[in-house]
């Protein structure tokens, strides 16, 4: 590539020739032309990246990308992509995957790539529930969901993608709603840009088997009440008439209205993403409907080593003086027969 | 008596072909060390040797118990060996429990020298004994040889400052000081590996090699030894610089052997395992040759990592045991359906489940082969033996990067752990490695980049270089067109794709040797095997050769595809011999492949199949 003459792009140079095959209305439609778009804005090249997926409706998504894909098998995805990025530090990887992808049988792979912080952009799809199995209920479905698995109602107690994901040392946690083009383009561009495991929870409508799961969210009338939008450095103001403010008094988050009781913006929490003292993070994690705003945008973004350059700073320290592969045959004990 | 004393006894001198010796202690006596430097001292030598160290899966199971008792066991002989003997002729005992638990394996008149400071009371009881045995005889077939060995090292040390326990923990090195005197072994090359080892202790230095010393003297001046032997060198093999080497370290010069020829790094994805661990260690050591090593957070991780590498344009391997590799049979299957190369090895343990961790098995035939959902063939080579792993890894990765697919290697604890000289190979003359690698797309039709185009020869598809403009393309799980690569659910696609993947295995045989045989193409009993039995059969069939039987031997280096003159050769024989340590998995595959007649012998005991057992099993299939 001619590196004198920059390449623009624009999002359909992102997009494959293959039909998309997800049902109609299905959320991922809108999250893939989210991510063509801010690829394009990025603008580095379709092949010095590579999309790599697990196994859900989710994972389809790297037939639908002009990039190098490898749709791989349920839950393995983070290996994949680690031994991937391991080897060639030079391509971009993101990773594609879903609430049972990612959290049922590759819960392990997931807590060990962000524990590692493999250079890596994770995008969870969640839609709390199993799509392409037909609609069982998923590790994010709510207590006492009722599915084809659970007709009494599911007794499984759910955990949340991106509360797991601070248990595991994420250096970036983001959460953003498919329905809502501008916040998931913000935060596609600040995992783009993120050094480390950028671990994003896309909020995921499946009109056919768990339709409506985040409507009280999504809605455009009650969406400015429900959301709160985290911007770095900024007093966490909501609501339609940005007339509502979080306090934390102590480690409790309140929701105040402001010009109550004498406060103002300047009383509420200040958003610090590059806090290194994940307790804050957790606590924005954990803040859920309807008692609270739940927290869209970029929660976390700290700075830690990447596993994938400390172990290329290894070989290439030990490189500088190149292994000889003779001596290392002989070994340190030999004979010689004439 | 006293070490200063040199009045040396009279004795005899007897010179041997061929000597088993076997160490025998707690875990934590330093048994392995003991073996495995009078291993060394044995190929400076000359003589030709093979070892089998047979440890507990336990660390430190309690002192004195028969659950710790570690032992190394190694033959050295002044002609070719290729087991490490059946019978053995000098056991040395430690403690009470080592000899109950080692002196079946003891030949009748045979050499035994125990510690007799460790039969205590206490200690006999542990090992179950209700009477001594050094006192009721019960040993009288033995030469036994009672040597006060924990008093005569705190002797040896007394003006040291050293405690009780260093001073106890160095007493392997009495036992081997004697050992090498008893068979004439040189010290000297024990002497720098105790050098190498406690570089920086001057005082744990000092003390090794007096107790070392003093356990030399001690046989030379004790009046306990009247004979002393002597096993000359082997005639040299061919000219070249040998080692000595075990099956671990040979795997992981194999990869980087095959790495240098081949011009990629290793990225070599694993999770520690018992008899496999030893590959990963020996490979995190070698950065300086881009060898990347991941320890996982579990088999799948590890085998999935791989993969990627793999795709990445990496020379990817994986390794494990049995239970490691049951957990990666689904992305074998993915690495069968991407078509990318991958090496896979399977160092086989005892089973099923846990098992026997630490001892060998070659059970997981079976598994490799067919151990995946669906139709999903995958290439497995066997080494023969340690020094051969070398040869089986470089093989394996050859026919992995030039038919673009996954290959197990099968591997065993035998293999993994025992030592064998090695003669190694120049650099320069290693065999070519060749891959369908593609990184450019100039000249691609007008249909731009085919993943699952093929070259017609090795029906490998290209490995496309990640990065390069224009190959950007999608592979995963699902089934595939033929050429396009684009996701297909046609039936008579799939048909043709199932059968291609099948063809493609068999296709490998083209590339391959045919059989090689020992002795003729035909005659009465042919005997087959494969892995580490390889010894055994070998030395088992020359000596019915010898007694003018019409017996031959074919040892089986790929298991899938086998080679293509098999058939025709199995019904050249009377009947067929096919020993396994197993209940008969190469002899279903060759049922299954072939018609013939023939008998699988089987013994699965965590050791290595004996000759003599062979023998018989030979000799029962002759006519009389
Ligand atoms: C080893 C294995 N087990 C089970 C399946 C079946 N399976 C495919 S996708 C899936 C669940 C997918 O749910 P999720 O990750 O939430 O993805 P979604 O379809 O909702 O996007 C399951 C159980 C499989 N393909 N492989
Ligand atoms: S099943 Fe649900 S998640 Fe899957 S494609 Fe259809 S709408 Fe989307
Ligand atoms: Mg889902």
Redesign the interface.
Known sequence: ?DQATPRTFKAKDFA?D?DVRWCPGCGDYAILSAVHKALAIQGI????I?F?SG?GCSSRF??Y?????????HG?A???????????P??QVWLVTGDGDALSIGG??LI?VLRRNVDIKILLFNNRIYGLTKGQYSPTSEFGKKTKSTPLGSVDHPFSPLVVGLGAEATFLARAIDVDAPVLGEVLAATAAHQGSAYVEILQNCNIFNDGAWDTLSAKESRADALLHLRHGQPMVFGRARDKGIVLRGLRPEVVTLGEGGLSEADCWVHDAHDPDPTRAFILARMWAPALPVPVGVLRAVQRPCYDAA??A??A???A???D??K??????????? | MSMGESTAPVRRRETLESVVVRFAGDSGDGMQLAGSQMTLASVLAGNDVATFPDFPAEIRAPAGTLAGVSGFQLHFASDEVFTPGDAVDALVAMNPAALAKNIKSLRKSGLLIVNRDAFTARGLKMAGYAENPLQDGSLAEYQLFEVDLSRLCRDALADTELGSKEVERSKNYFALGLMCWLYERQLEVVEEEIAARFQGKPHLLDANLAVLRGGWAYGENSELFRIRFAVPPAPAGAPGIYRNITGNEAVALGLIAASVQAGRDIFFGSYPITPASDVLHALAGQKSFGVRTFQAEDEIAAVCAALGAAWGGQLAVTCTSGPGMALKQEAIGLAVMTELPLVILDVQRGGPSTGLPTKTEQADLLQAIWGRNSESPVAVVAPRSPSDAFDATYEAVQVALRHMMPVIILSDGAIANGAEPWRVPDPAQLAPITAPELATAEGLGEKGFLPYSRDPLTLARPWARLGTPGLQHRIGGLEKSEGTGHISYDSDNHHNMVVLRQRRIDNIANFLPGCDVTGDRQGDVLVVSWGSTYGACLTAVRRAQRAGKRVSHVHLRWLNPLPSDLGELLESFRTVLVPEMNLGQLYKVLRAAYDFRGHSYTRVAGMPLRVQELEAEIEALLPS
């Open positions: 590539m494959s293959q090249a379709p092949e010095s590579a790599v196994i790297p037939y990308m002009s990039t190098y894909g490898f749709h791989t098998i393995r983070p290996a994949v992509a680690t031994g991937l990025k391991i080897g060639r030079d391509l392990n792979h060990h172990v290329n290894q070989v320290t030990a490189r003086t190149p292994g592969l003779h290392l045959l002989v070994g340190r004990k030999n004979w010689t027969v004439s």
